[in-house]
């Protein structure tokens, strides 16, 4: 026990930020490789590299503008951006280093842009309608192709290069199709009623489909330049893939040898289809609990799911989609295998926890109704399918494999996380709230229950079954043990205290309450926490002693004793709301989130916040302690989710290193001084840089009888930067009478022997050599008092150099 309360004393004093979960797609254009996705994000193409989730290199105009498009060549190796300045730049992508810019000459922004199959030309499409052809390896423009209407948001050459063939779509619906012999549109093809999305061409180049957003994908004879057959495939298509013919794709029923094409749109799902028949003969399952899809809902514009991109790897044999929600996607063919997700955009974070044994991973409640699980170490992610509304909060059950979210769909759910595989799984819902529901929290001991706290003012404690792992994929439906209108206003927050006997609740209406859940169907009411002047957002019971925690949005956080319901002590910091708290380092401190996108330390016994971290730029709604106690993670309206790990320990240690060397250095120091070995011990005194110590040096220097000569040798030998902290001293010792006939004596050594070129290039020279004059010239020191002209001392030497 003594062990235990040894370690105990060691408050925490500091968090260092371990890793970030940031942005780094939000809408636009996305490419990928076999190892990379480029994508889009604001004023800057990231470099994502598939294996790790990393972003590798970020590609940014220096002009800051954003950035219309881009285009990777068929080698990888060139990266071209295009900007709203109408600028091109031609990026070394693997140092982020631009290697060429030149003038788009379009008057108006790039929308589109292709590199052809040889990486040498790079076509452009503008917003006014013409196509540019650049020879990017000659440096010049080779075409300018006028008379599309409106935006030319599709350019793409055809594969065969020895065609010299340009397919472009704007606004008027219809695939322009170019000779670059000539520079002549030679035909345009009809049949698509609006957008053209993607196009995609066979392997002999003599047959292309081409996909539209009016929910039909036709099948085009390139040498006849004839539709062979239009497919309607019932949803605005986004992407379409042609399937190579030679392999085998049997496992996604394609059972002739007839072209089959892959497309991608707003229902959200990957369909495969025979163009012979037109017919949809593969359709890709969902990870779905509810028949969430519903067939109004689907080709609705806000269907989260349905998808913007849909990319081919034909080396691998992958695909890559992305959604509307700026989630990525790689599947492996033929199965269509989900292989890795990665979250481009996690809009608002309202919630997030560590889960898995040793806190492996986080699950994220974001802006969506979707979950987001990450694997830490790699960033890797699965989405979890289930409410149909937003999800607003989460919590974990103590094991870490078992937890609970709740969701503005009035229900709540309860999600196994498989120990070996990590795949999470939903396995029980309860849903009887008539109204959002906006806090959740696990029981303590065991996994036995859940309380939710809703809009419609009640608390609900719902019993889990014993065996909820073993059920299969059936999802278990929850029972209510008991409900009860808790307040008066939305409940905010509920908490069990750690052994399972008490809950506690915190409304908008400026209360927290503790009841007991001893009772069988119901909850009783024990007491009410009253003192907050605004809405309480947040209640954590502490994890050792009889103490409540409540944060409000009055500012501050109140600690309250369980047995009278009397408030020990108030926290106050934080300018606006605490969204949060919880306690850390066994229940002696707390951790507080505001929405002034700070995070705070305090030590309890004290009162006093020992840090305040600058965590984010908005609300930090997400803030959770890990099991070892040892990190902590935040999430934020800024969408950034940052791990966190306590940097005590090795900024104490840090800390002590450097007070055993300071220590170490002045023992040295006097020892050499002892020894007459003035240029160690002046090296030696300049690199502790304190002033004072330098000054002893300098008077142990001057004491002798041929003072001057010694100072002379021993100051030359130094080198320039070491020269340059000396003139920095000099200027603090020449204030003061005491000191200031050793700073002449250093002042004349330097200015008679060092030319005044190598003294004016010293950092802040001018301003050491001003700070000099008004003390030089009425110095004290006989010596070094300017006389005339014809002989200037050192004052004269300052001020010519000050000059």
Same mark, same amino acid.
């Given at each position: 026990?003594?062990?235990?309360?040894?370690?105990? %004393?060691?408050?925490?004093?500091?968090?260092?930020?371990?890793?970030?979960?940031?942005?780094?797609?939000?809408?636009?254009?996305?490419?990928?490789?076999?190892?990379?996705?480029?994508?889009?994000?604001?004023?800057?193409?990231?470099?994502?590299?598939?294996?790790?989730?990393?972003?590798?290199?970020?590609?940014?105009?220096?002009?800051?503008?954003?950035?219309?498009?881009?285009?990777?060549?068929?080698?990888?190796? %060139?990266?071209?951006?295009?900007?709203?300045?109408? %600028?091109?730049?031609?990026?070394d992508w693997r140092q982020a280093q631009c290697t060429r810019s030149w003038k788009a000459i379009h008057m108006v922004p790039v929308a589109s842009m292709t590199f052809d199959s040889t990486s040498t030309l790079l076509a452009t499409g503008g917003c006014d309608g013409t196509i540019k052809i650049w020879d990017v390896v000659k440096q010049y423009c080779t075409h300018?192709?006028?008379?599309?209407?409106?935006?030319?948001?599709?350019?793409?050459?055809?594969?065969?290069?020895?065609?010299?063939?340009?397919?472009?779509?704007?606004?008027?619906?219809?695939?322009?199709?170019?000779?670059?012999?000539?520079?002549?549109?030679?035909?345009?093809?009809?049949?698509?009623?609006?957008?053209?999305?993607?196009?995609?061409?066979?392997?002999?180049?003599?047959?292309?489909?081409?996909?539209?957003?009016?929910?039909?994908?036709?099948?085009?004879?390139?040498?006849?330049?004839?539709?062979?057959?239009?497919?309607?495939?019932?949803?605005?298509?986004?992407?379409?893939?042609?399937?190579?013919?030679?392999?085998?794709?049997?496992?996604?029923?394609?059972?002739?040898?007839?072209?089959?094409?892959?497309?991608?749109?707003?229902?959200?799902?990957?369909?495969?289809?025979?163009?012979?028949?037109?017919?949809?003969?593969?359709?890709?399952?969902?990870?779905?609990?509810?028949?969430?899809?519903?067939?109004?809902?689907?080709?609705?514009?806000?269907?989260?799911?349905?998808?913007?991109?849909?990319?081919?790897?034909?080396?691998?044999?992958?695909?890559?989609?992305?959604?509307?929600?700026?989630?990525? %996607?790689?599947?492996?063919?033929?199965?269509?295998?989900?292989?890795?997700?990665?979250?481009?955009?996690?809009?608002?974070?309202?919630?997030?926890?560590?889960?898995?044994?040793?806190?492996?991973?986080?699950?994220?409640?974001?802006?969506?109704?979707?979950?987001?699980?990450?694997?830490?170490?790699?960033?890797?992610?699965?989405?979890?399918?289930?409410?149909?509304?937003?999800?607003?909060?989460?919590?974990?059950?103590?094991?870490?494999?078992?937890?609970?979210?709740?969701?503005?769909?009035?229900?709540?759910?309860?999600?196994?996380?498989?120990?070996?595989?990590?795949?999470?799984?939903?396995?029980?819902?309860?849903?009887?709230?008539?109204?959002?529901?906006?806090?959740?929290?696990?029981?303590?001991?065991?996994?036995?229950?859940?309380?939710?706290?809703?809009?419609?003012?009640?608390?609900?404690?719902?019993?889990?079954?014993?065996?909820?792992?073993?059920?299969?994929?059936?999802?278990?439906?929850?029972?209510?043990?008991?409900?009860?209108?808790?307040?008066?206003?939305?409940?905010?927050?509920?908490?069990?205290?750690?052994?399972?006997?008490?809950?506690?609740?915190?409304?908008?209406?400026?209360?927290?309450?503790?009841?007991?859940?001893?009772?069988?169907?119901?909850?009783?009411?024990?007491?009410?926490?009253?003192?907050?002047?605004?809405?309480?957002?947040?209640?954590?019971?502490?994890?050792?002693?009889?103490?409540?925690?409540?944060?409000?949005?009055?500012?501050?956080?109140?600690?309250?004793?369980?047995?009278?319901?009397?408030?020990?002590?108030?926290?106050?910091?934080?300018?606006?709301?605490?969204?949060?708290?919880?306690?850390?380092?066994?229940?002696?401190?707390?951790?507080?989130?505001?929405?002034?996108?700070?995070?705070?330390?305090?030590?309890?016994?004290?009162?006093?916040?020992?840090?305040?971290?600058?965590?984010?730029?908005?609300?930090?709604?997400?803030?959770?302690?890990?099991?070892?106690?040892?990190?902590?993670?935040?999430?934020?309206?800024?969408?950034?989710i940052t791990v966190w790990e306590d940097v005590t320990e090795v900024e104490l240690a840090e800390e002590q290193a450097k007070q055993e060397d300071q220590i170490l250095k002045q023992q040295e120091l006097s020892n050499l001084l002892h020894e007459k070995k003035y240029f160690k011990?002046?090296?030696?005194?300049?690199?502790?840089?304190?002033?004072?110590?330098?000054?002893?040096?300098?008077?142990?220097?001057?004491?002798?009888?041929?003072?001057?000569?010694?100072?002379?040798?021993?100051?030359?030998?130094?080198?320039?930067?070491?020269?340059?902290?000396?003139?920095?001293?000099?200027?603090?010792?020449?204030?003061?009478?005491?000191?200031?006939?050793?700073?002449?004596?250093?002042?004349?050594?330097?200015?008679?022997?060092?030319?005044?070129?190598?003294?004016?290039?010293?950092?802040?020279?001018?301003?050491?050599?001003?700070?000099?004059?008004?003390?030089?010239?009425?110095?004290?020191?006989?010596?070094?008092?300017?006389?005339?002209?014809?002989?200037?001392?050192?004052?004269?030497?300052?001020?010519?150099?000050?000059?």
């Amino acid at each position: 026990f003594g062990n235990m309360a040894n370690t105990n %004393l060691q408050f925490k004093t500091n968090y260092a930020v371990s890793s970030k979960i940031e942005p780094f797609y939000k809408g636009g254009k996305v490419q990928v490789n076999e190892q990379y996705i480029f994508c889009t994000c604001g004023t800057r193409v990231n470099v994502l590299e598939i294996s790790t989730g990393k972003i590798v290199h970020s590609i940014e105009h220096d002009d800051q503008e954003d950035i219309t498009s881009f285009a990777l060549s068929c080698d990888d190796e %060139l990266l071209v951006t295009a900007s709203r300045a109408l %600028l091109l730049k031609q990026w070394d992508w693997r140092q982020a280093q631009c290697t060429r810019s030149w003038k788009a000459i379009h008057m108006v922004p790039v929308a589109s842009m292709t590199f052809d199959s040889t990486s040498t030309l790079l076509a452009t499409g503008g917003c006014d309608g013409t196509i540019k052809i650049w020879d990017v390896v000659k440096q010049y423009c080779t075409h300018n192709l006028k008379g599309s209407s409106g935006v030319v948001h599709l350019v793409e050459f055809h594969p065969d290069i020895n065609r010299l063939q340009l397919f472009s779509s704007s606004l008027d619906c219809g695939i322009r199709l170019w000779d670059l012999r000539s520079s002549e549109c030679i035909c345009v093809l009809q049949s698509h009623y609006s957008a053209v999305t993607s196009l995609s061409f066979s392997a002999d180049g003599d047959t292309m489909v081409s996909s539209g957003r009016d929910k039909i994908c036709t099948v085009w004879d390139l040498q006849t330049r004839k539709p062979k057959r239009t497919v309607p495939v019932y949803e605005a298509v986004e992407g379409v893939v042609l399937l190579p013919e030679s392999k085998d794709f049997s496992e996604i029923e394609v059972k002739s040898k007839d072209l089959h094409f892959i497309t991608a749109g707003s229902k959200g799902v990957l369909r495969v289809w025979e163009a012979s028949t037109a017919r949809c003969i593969y359709t890709q399952t969902l990870p779905s609990t509810l028949s969430l899809v519903s067939d109004e809902g689907e080709d609705q514009d806000d269907n989260p799911r349905s998808l913007t991109y849909l990319l081919h790897l034909p080396a691998s044999s992958r695909l890559a989609t992305v959604t509307a929600e700026h989630n990525i %996607l790689l599947y492996q063919l033929p199965a269509l295998t989900t292989q890795q997700q990665f979250v481009g955009y996690s809009d608002e974070v309202l919630d997030v926890k560590f889960l898995g044994k040793n806190d492996s991973h986080i699950v994220v409640a974001t802006n969506s109704c979707q979950l987001k699980v990450f694997e830490l170490q790699t960033n890797s992610c699965q989405i979890l399918y289930g409410h149909t509304d937003t999800v607003l909060s989460l919590d974990v059950f103590k094991k870490g494999s078992l937890f609970a979210s709740c969701a503005k769909d009035r229900s709540v759910r309860v999600w196994q996380m498989d120990a070996d595989s990590g795949q999470v799984h939903c396995v029980a819902r309860g849903s009887s709230h008539t109204n959002a529901v906006g806090s959740i929290t696990c029981s303590r001991m065991t996994a036995s229950f859940i309380v939710s706290g809703s809009q419609d003012c009640t608390v609900k404690v719902w019993d889990l079954p014993a065996d909820l792992s073993t059920t299969g994929t059936d999802v278990y439906e929850l029972t209510v043990r008991a409900t009860e209108k808790a307040h008066d206003k939305d409940v905010n927050s509920v908490a069990v205290s750690p052994n399972d006997k008490l809950l506690a609740s915190g409304s908008q209406d400026r209360t927290a309450k503790l009841w007991s859940l001893a009772g069988e169907g119901s909850l009783s009411l024990l007491g009410v926490f009253r003192g907050h002047r605004r809405g309480v957002w947040a209640v954590c019971f502490s994890p050792v002693d009889q103490v409540l925690a409540t944060s409000s949005a009055d500012g501050t956080t109140k600690l309250w004793g369980l047995q009278d319901f009397s408030c020990l002590k108030t926290f106050e910091g934080h300018d606006a709301s605490v969204l949060k708290v919880i306690f850390v380092s066994r229940g002696t401190q707390l951790l507080t989130s505001g929405s002034d996108g700070l995070v705070k330390l305090w030590t309890i016994k004290t009162n006093e916040c020992v840090k305040t971290l600058d965590a984010h730029q908005d609300k930090v709604w997400g803030l959770h302690n890990s099991r070892k106690d040892d990190k902590m993670v935040t999430g934020s309206a800024d969408s950034n989710i940052t791990v966190w790990e306590d940097v005590t320990e090795v900024e104490l240690a840090e800390e002590q290193a450097k007070q055993e060397d300071q220590i170490l250095k002045q023992q040295e120091l006097s020892n050499l001084l002892h020894e007459k070995k003035y240029f160690k011990a002046l090296g030696l005194a300049i690199s502790l840089d304190q002033p004072h110590t330098v000054l002893t040096v300098i008077k142990a220097i001057r004491q002798g009888a041929e003072n001057q000569e010694l100072l002379e040798k021993t100051l030359l030998k130094l080198r320039l930067d070491q020269k340059e902290s000396l003139l920095r001293f000099c200027v603090v010792w020449n204030t003061n009478a005491r000191n200031c006939l050793d700073a002449q004596a250093v002042l004349q050594v330097l200015l008679t022997h060092v030319p005044p070129e190598e003294l004016l290039q010293y950092q802040g020279a001018r301003t050491h050599l001003e700070g000099l004059i008004p003390y030089t010239a009425t110095s004290s020191a006989p010596v070094f008092i300017p006389g005339p002209v014809s002989s200037p001392g050192p004052g004269a030497a300052v001020s010519s150099l000050g000059a």
